[in-house]
């Protein structure tokens, strides 16, 4: 007799930890949740600054960009979690929502249900802060969120923020969102607090729950237009209730046009039978990107000076024994939201403050310096994911379309003029040399661009893919209860879903969405 559960989820990261915790709380369901790559067992997963090792390929997908036009050809290296607890386990650990403005525009887009008001209540759920307790924030929930212990460089970021006209916020994810300061974070006690450590935990040894990592889901099964089974490993494992994907913004189109779920044309040209048409499948993919500035240090101030090996292994030895240090660090801990565009409507600028300068690829490298990144929250531009082949285990085709929209390309541009307008305060003048890169030579709008085409990097925050509407727009992937048009037991239940992408970090706005569809999901099934 084939498997059966009630429902099944279909990726275990951030989105699908947070479903298969509240499902599997209401004590009368059986969930399987199927993850594609390895539990999350590894220490440096953990460790808050183990991050910094873990952007290679083994826990991620080891995805690339197709070439950007719009990057003068470049190829983007993408990192998206493939690991238990998915992107929350390899991220920077950053606590951000966005802004009130982002969940109101989707409500005016056809998103009923989706405004600020309507979703601040499953942030608050799901939170566990250290200091806040209030209209914004919660305690008791099963995300772990922490102050930091500022570095005393990112305490001289502040001053020079202030300094160049950014206020000091305490809070970017309470009454306003404007301003610069210090990062909550999800860790505690310097433990990462991923999605995974945080919901599974209470659930792994009830009967109803079953786990299964390095578990490459092929195929959804249709019978008609109803979701009967999910294909992973050969094997057809049937689903009685649902099925729940939860596979990303690039996983999560992936399994639904191997699906034979897809725009028609596309499918018939790389071999898969269509079963659904559904064109905007894949579809209205964007991102943040980064321009950053690095500035080198006078001294050694910077965590650059922990490069040496031994001083690596004294960092291991005090955070074995203290549990303090470099390592329990996210190394981000500054940063802050402002304006580029003055016309915007909400902040359109985010920036992240690192006090080392090792972790951005193809710069020459310096002794000891800080890096200051500057990401446009409000792209234009939009891509596609798309398949190379009929092969569910062959990489898709991932294009962003970076800097496809000029006006995504002048804001980007004065984003970075931002962040050097900061390293330029006196705040850092006791600190700093200089800025290293790109260096004073790069003075015009055109030098930066071109230094931006070189080194721009993603901000790890893919969305839209699987893009929700009003049931009468011909866009929309799926509808405000995150139902896939046209087919019964299939929702999609992550950042795929967001028609825009929120103006901050991704990980909280996707736990936010899955802690909702729990909701509407109990609600639909009267559990």
């Known amino acids: 007799m084939a498997e059966k559960y009630d429902f099944i989820i279909v990726g275990g990261g951030p989105a699908g930890c947070v479903l298969a915790r509240r499902l599997v709380d209401t004590g009368n369901v059986s969930v399987l949740m199927l993850e594609a790559g390895p539990s999350d067992w590894h220490p440096l997963i953990h460790v808050p600054a183990g991050f910094t090792k873990l952007t290679g390929t083994s826990h991620t997908w080891g995805y690339e960009t197709v070439p950007q036009q719009g990057l003068n050809g470049k190829a983007v290296w993408y990192p998206q979690g493939r690991v238990l607890g998915g992107g929350s386990s390899i991220n920077a650990q950053l606590y951000t929502r966005g802004n009130r403005w982002d969940y109101d525009n989707w409500a005016a887009h056809g998103c009923d249900g989706w405004s600020y008001d ?44 202030q300094q160049a006209d950014m206020p000091f916020n305490p809070d970017f994810n309470g009454a306003r969102q404007e301003g610069l300061g210090y990062y909550q974070v999800t860790n505690r006690d310097g433990r990462r607090s991923s999605a995974s450590a945080c919901y599974l935990p209470q659930i792994l040894k009830d009967p109803n729950f079953t786990l299964r990592t390095r578990a490459h889901v092929e195929r959804i099964e249709l019978k008609g237009d109803r979701a009967v089974a999910v294909h992973v490993g050969g094997e057809r494992i049937e689903v009685g209730r649902e099925v729940l994907l939860t596979a990303g913004a690039i996983g999560s189109p992936r399994v639904l046009l191997h699906s034979g779920i897809g725009p028609s044309d596309h499918l018939k040209s790389v071999g898969v039978d269509v079963v659904v048409d559904h064109p905007y499948v894949g579809e209205n993919l964007h991102d943040h990107m980064d321009v950053f500035v690095v500035t080198e240090c006078s001294g050694d101030y910077s965590f650059d000076r922990y490069k040496p090996w031994y001083m690596s292994a004294a960092a291991g030895v005090q955070f074995l024994m203290f549990g303090t240090g470099i390592l329990a660090s996210n190394i981000c801990d500054g ?150 048009k046209g087919i019964d037991g299939l929702r999609v239940c992550d950042s795929s879903t967001m028609p825009f992408v929120n103006s901050s970090n991704t990980n909280a706005p996707t736990m936010m969405i899955a802690e909702k569809a729990a909701d509407m999901i109990r609600e639909d099934h009267k559990l």
């Not at 309507?118 to 209209?135: I, S």
Request: glycine letters at 8%.
């Open 118 to 161: 309507e979703v601040l209540p499953y942030f608050v759920r799901a939170e566990d802060n250290n200091r806040y307790v209030n209209e914004f924030h919660g305690q008791g929930g099963p995300l772990r969120v922490s102050d930091v212990i500022p570095h005393k460089l990112t305490t001289a970021f502040v001053r020079a923020a």
């Open 335 to 484: 940063g802050g939201f402002w304006y580029a565009d003055e016309d915007a409507p909400a902040p359109d600028i985010q920036f992240h403050f690192l006090p080392g300068s090792g972790l951005e690829h193809g710069l020459d490298p310096i002794r000891n310096g800080v890096t200051l990144n500057s990401a446009f929250l409000r792209p234009r531009s939009r891509g596609t994911v798309r398949l190379k082949s009929n092969d569910p285990k062959e990489t898709p085709l991932i294009n962003p379309n970076y800097w496809s929209d000029p006006y995504d390309v002048k804001m980007s541009v004065e984003g970075f003029k931002l962040a050097r307008r900061i390293m330029g305060q006196p705040a850092f003048k006791e600190f700093m040399n200089g800025e290293a890169h790109p260096g004073a030579q790069a003075k015009t709008d055109d030098d930066i661009k071109e230094y931006a085409y070189r080194h721009a990097k993603t901000d790890y925050h893919p969305v839209g893919s699987c893009k929700m509407g009003a049931d009468d727009d011909p866009t929309a992937v799926v509808n405000p209860r995150l139902q896939m």
